[in-house]
């Protein structure tokens, strides 16, 4: 009882009055760095109105959170379309691994950084341009992982599918993505994570709007709680999206109906 | 037996190629005839080959030479005519006992109107009992009880032949002892033609009409066949002492330890 108490409440507690110590330390040493309180009542004040718009790089950060979600979800959305057939075809046939694989090695370890300039040059327009980096960049887990959920399909499974003469489109349905379906959602997962990394640093780069646009403006209007603030905002709705993909495989996974 | 055999395994080789131009010879010059309505039972030591010849009959192996007629036409691939039963259950997990059967039924049973699938499922669902377990999951059930699912989904197809790769190997022997009666009483109801390998001397006695022997690996074949002359219902209990059980029990284990006895592994 006392150990949990301790472990619940106290530990973090402590955890948290130590980062505070340390950031109080760090505000004193350098000149100008926000303090803890200081932070805290820019927090309020910008959380306080954060639907206002005042047209074209003056917006609430509720708004600025609000358009880079929706970037997220157009790459993510696209990053799934393309992922799970290509995935799908890959942990089927040996012959389309063969094919896919060189490729998928080469691209994955590529930044999205470097994929930013290209896709601006092609697309001349900044929405496009997140939405394909976010796309090119988080489709990796989820052909990866995808193939793997089927691949992971046993012998027995696929030996009923034989026997009953199941077609190649029953074999998918009944019997490939049920196995599948929790690896998918793996995939979407840490995808849906790459996709919230990435489109801090594309909105940086391309400026208009958007949380990451938003965290350099105030950068160069000195304003830097507000960095600090966005920093804690980011990790808050990373946070909330993972949360949520969480519940959403779970539903989906058999192995977590409310069984083993 | 009739002039034309039901199941006909006409002299089948079997070799498996293990790369770099070399090959394992499993089986060599299989030749076995089985009527319809019989059970037949498999035995042998560990890796003479068994599997290997029910998967052959099921079709989910290719057979290198010789040819396995069932009917009269040929098998060269995988159907439901031939149902097998896996050792493992092969139970969808994400699937409950009711829908594993009925996704079976649905699929073979075309011709079923849907209150008819209903019915056809829960006929099969009947037969071996497990009406209070429609709806639970494969993992929520004891592995005898997911074992007759695997029994009960087999069936449920309407078979020509039933075919059991250690079906009870993985079980107790209560259980097993269990599953046998079971087997024996829904085989006598539905008249099956079964083929059921077992390492199992009783369980071969008890269950067959006729035990096949085989010889040990590589170039493994059929040593001996003996007919178990019992009538059935048989009784478990009432055989303990029965003669020709002891006859045919005395002559696999005469078989099996003596004259193909295994001295390696
Ligand atoms: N795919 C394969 N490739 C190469 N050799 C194989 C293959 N499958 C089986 N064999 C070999 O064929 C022989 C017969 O195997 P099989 O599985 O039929 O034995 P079994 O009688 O069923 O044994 P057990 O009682 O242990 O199940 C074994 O020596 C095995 O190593
Ligand atoms: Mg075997």
Not at chain 1, 33 to 56: C, K, Q, R
Not at chain 1, 134 to 141: D, E, G, L, M, Q
Not at chain 2, 177 to 183: F, G, I, K, V
Not at chain 2, 198 to 213: K, N, Y
Request: charged residues 20%; contains cysteine; proline residues 5%.
């Amino acid at each position: 009882m006392l150990l949990k108490t301790i472990n619940t409440i106290a530990l973090p507690t402590l955890l948290f009055g130590v980062l505070i110590a340390v950031w109080s330390t760090v505000a004193i040493k350098i000149p100008g760095f926000p303090t803890p309180i200081e932070t805290w009542n820019e927090l309020l004040i910008v959380l306080s109105d954060p639907m206002y718009d005042n047209g074209a790089g003056d917006q609430g950060i509720a708004l600025q959170l609000f358009s880079s979600l929706k970037r997220v979800f157009g790459g993510f959305a696209l990053a799934i379309a393309v992922g799970i057939p290509v995935g799908l075809l890959i942990g089927m046939s040996k012959i389309a691994q063969t094919a896919f694989n060189p490729y998928i090695q080469i691209l994955k370890p590529v930044s999205p950084l470097a994929w930013l300039p290209l896709a601006l040059f092609v697309f001349k327009d900044v929405d496009m341009t997140a939405i394909f980096v976010i796309f090119i960049t988080s489709i990796w887990p989820i052909i990866i992982n995808t193939a793997l959920g089927v691949r992971s399909v046993s012998d027995d499974f696929i030996n009923v599918a034989r026997v009953l003469q199941l077609t190649a489109f029953e074999r998918v349905f009944q019997i490939i993505l049920p196995v599948a379906v929790p690896f998918i959602f793996t995939g979407m997962r840490l995808s849906l994570g790459i996709a919230w990394l990435v489109i801090v640093a594309a909105e940086m780069l391309t400026g208009g709007l958007g949380i990451g646009f938003w965290i350099w403006d105030e950068y160069n209007n000195l304003n830097y709680s507000h960095i600090i603030i966005g920093i804690i905002l980011i990790g808050v709705v990373g946070y909330i999206l993972d949360t949520i993909m969480g519940f959403i495989a779970d539903h989906f996974d058999y192995r977590k109906r409310g069984r083993v | 037996m009739s002039a034309k055999p039901f199941l006909n395994i006409d002299h089948v080789d079997k070799i498996f190629p293990l790369g770099k131009g070399k090959e394992y010879v499993a089986l060599r010059d299989v030749k076995l005839e089985i009527r319809e309505n019989e059970i037949v039972s498999i035995i042998g030591h560990s890796g003479c080959g068994k599997s290997t010849i029910l998967n052959l009959i099921a079709g989910l192996d290719t057979i290198t030479k010789g040819v396995i007629l069932l009917e009269d036409r040929e098998i060269n691939a995988p159907g439901p005519e031939r149902a097998v039963v896996f050792q493992n259950h092969s139970l969808l997990p994400w699937l409950t006992v009711y829908q594993n059967i009925e996704m079976a039924v649905k699929k073979v049973r075309d011709d079923l109107h849907p209150k008819e699938v209903r019915d056809h499922v829960m006929r099969y669902i009947d037969l071996v009992n497990l009406d209070h377990a429609k709806d639970k999951y494969p993992a929520e059930i004891s592995g005898g009880m997911k074992q007759r699912v695997g029994i009960a989904r087999a069936l449920s197809i309407e078979p020509k032949v039933l075919l059991m790769d250690e079906p009870f190997g993985a079980l107790d022997s209560l259980t097993r002892a269990n599953l046998q009666d079971h087997l024996m009483r829904i085989q006598m109801q539905t008249g099956n033609t079964v083929i059921i390998i077992t390492h199992d001397v009783d369980e071969a006695v008890l269950l067959s009409d006729r035990v096949i022997m085989m010889t040990n690996g590589p170039e493994a074949t059929i040593g001996e066949i003996l007919e178990v002359n019992l009538p059935r219902p048989r009784e478990r209990l009432a055989l303990q002492h029965n003669e020709e059980y002891l006859r045919c029990r005395g002559a696999i284990v005469e078989f099996l330890y003596s004259k193909f006895a295994k001295h390696d592994d």
